[in-house]
Every structure is written in structure tokens, then in C-alpha cells.
């Protein structure tokens, strides 16, 4: 059975880099089948795509987000990150890693997420 | 890229069916079949509950169900059972390798 497993440091403070891990287990995350990601949720909010990466490299990013955000994979260790710069108190929220089975937000795996506090 | 719209909040009784709706434009659900909609419990992952408009993945109740007109998403739960009460989330391909989500809607069943 595939599982997700966020982690990282629970409280950024402002203007720093918010940064996480999703370490993979029970599947390989070179699959050429398969994409992964980050999704946010602040509390008491909906849910918002923040970006998605292929065991190669290549990388999508909300719009949003784009010019903040940087994904990337570590296939030896079977765990990619995702990396948020220059933080503010709207970037607190659930961060929840996710497994894109077809690539065009099909979700079928997900972590349990995980609450980063952006506060000073 | 702007939001999906769905309802804040739908109900229903026990059996009956619901509705959600999911609208969005030609640039996302007008154009790609690429609509999946998300199950979400509270203080839980969201749940992965149909994808590409109305195909099931493997575990989900047939009691779920997806349709598309033009730029309208819908999810159908028939036979409404007190587990469903949930959030629930529609997500778009939206071209450019980009995705967009819908506000939720808050499913209460009475």
C-alpha cells in the first residue's frame, strides 16, 4: 500500500523559506506513470493546487505561486520537496503531499498534512 | 485562472439524491474532460471520488456519479447515507499544465 509523509519544520517566520519533504513508501516515485505534488489548505479554507513534478524534472506550478515556489525530486531517497520563499501569515495553512495518478489532477494518494505556522 | 464556483452548502435527507455543481469556464471544464471531485472529512485528506468527469477509482461507492454540460461540472450522490456528510471539492485541468479547484461545498445530511 502506497503512503505519503509529510514533513517539516511546523513554524516559518515571515520573509524566510518554508521548506518540506514528502517521503515516499510502498512504490517507487520513478514511475513513468505517475506525477507528484503539493497542495495547500488554509484553515477553515478550501483547497489550492500549489504544483506538480514528474520523477525527470520537469515541473508545474500554480500561476500564483509560480515566481515563490520550487518542487523538486530525490529519486535515490524515494521523496521530493517542495520549497515556498519569502513566506507571509497567508501562506500558513495544511500542506498535503499528493500522488497524480493521470497527471491532470487526479489525486488518488495523499499525505496526512501537515500544519506550517507562518508567525515571528 | 479563477477559482472554480460550487454552492457553499447543500443538504439532504437520508436516500435522497444531491446535487453539487462545479461551474467554471471555456478555458477549463468547457473544454478538457478533466473534472475529478474530492471527499473531504473533517481534519482528514481529501479523498479522491471520481475522476475525469465520471469515472470511479477503484473502492468508490457507485452511489457517486459525474456529469459535464459546457462549462458545469456535477457530482450526484444518490441514496444519501450519513457518511457523506463531507466537504466536497471540484478540481480542473486548466491548460498550461495548470489545475484549479473549486471553493467546496458543504454537503449536511438531515
Known amino acids: 500500500q502506497l503512503q505519503l509523509q509529510e514533513s517539516g519544520p511546523g513554524l516559518v517566520k515571515p520573509s524566510e523559506t518554508l521548506s518540506l519533504t514528502c517521503a515516499v513508501s510502498g512504490g517507487s516515485i520513478s514511475s513513468s506513470t505517475y506525477y507528484w505534488g503539493w497542495i495547500r489548505q488554509p484553515p477553515g479554507k478550501g483547497l489550492e493546487w500549489i504544483g506538480t513534478?514528474?520523477?525527470?524534472?520537469?515541473?508545474y506550478y500554480s500561476p500564483s505561486l509560480k515566481s515563490r515556489v520550487t518542487i523538486s525530486v530525490d529519486t535515490s531517497k524515494n521523496q521530493f520537496s517542495l520549497k515556498l520563499s519569502s513566506v507571509t501569515a497567508a501562506d500558513t495553512a495544511v500542506y498535503y503531499c499528493?500522488?497524480?495518478?493521470?497527471?491532470?489532477?487526479?489525486?488518488?494518494?495523499w499525505g496526512q498534512g501537515t500544519l506550517v505556522t507562518v508567525s515571528s | 485562472q479563477s477559482a472554480l464556483t460550487q454552492p457553499a452548502s447543500v443538504s439532504g435527507s437520508p436516500g435522497q439524491s444531491i446535487t453539487i455543481s462545479c461551474t467554471g469556464t471555456?478555458?477549463?471544464?468547457?473544454?478538457?474532460?478533466?473534472v475529478s471531485w474530492y471527499q473531504q472529512h473533517p481534519d482528514k485528506a481529501p479523498k479522491l471520488m471520481i475522476y475525469?468527469?465520471?469515472k470511479w477509482p477503484s473502492g468508490v461507492s457507485n452511489r457517486f456519479s459525474g456529469s459535464k454540460s459546457g462549462n458545469t461540472a456535477s457530482l450526484t450522490i444518490s441514496g444519501l447515507q450519513a457518511e457523506d456528510e463531507a466537504e466536497y471539492y471540484c478540481?480542473?485541468?486548466?491548460?498550461?499544465?495548470?489545475?484549479?479547484f473549486g471553493g467546496g461545498t458543504k454537503l449536511t445530511v438531515l
Open positions: 471555456s478555458s477549463d471544464i468547457g473544454i478538457y474532460n478533466l
Open positions: 478540481c480542473s485541468y486548466a491548460g498550461s499544465s495548470t489545475l484549479v
Open positions: 475525469e468527469v465520471n
Open positions: 513534478i514528474f520523477y525527470s524534472g520537469s515541473t
Open positions: 499528493f500522488r497524480d495518478m493521470r497527471g491532470y489532477g487526479t489525486f488518488d494518494y
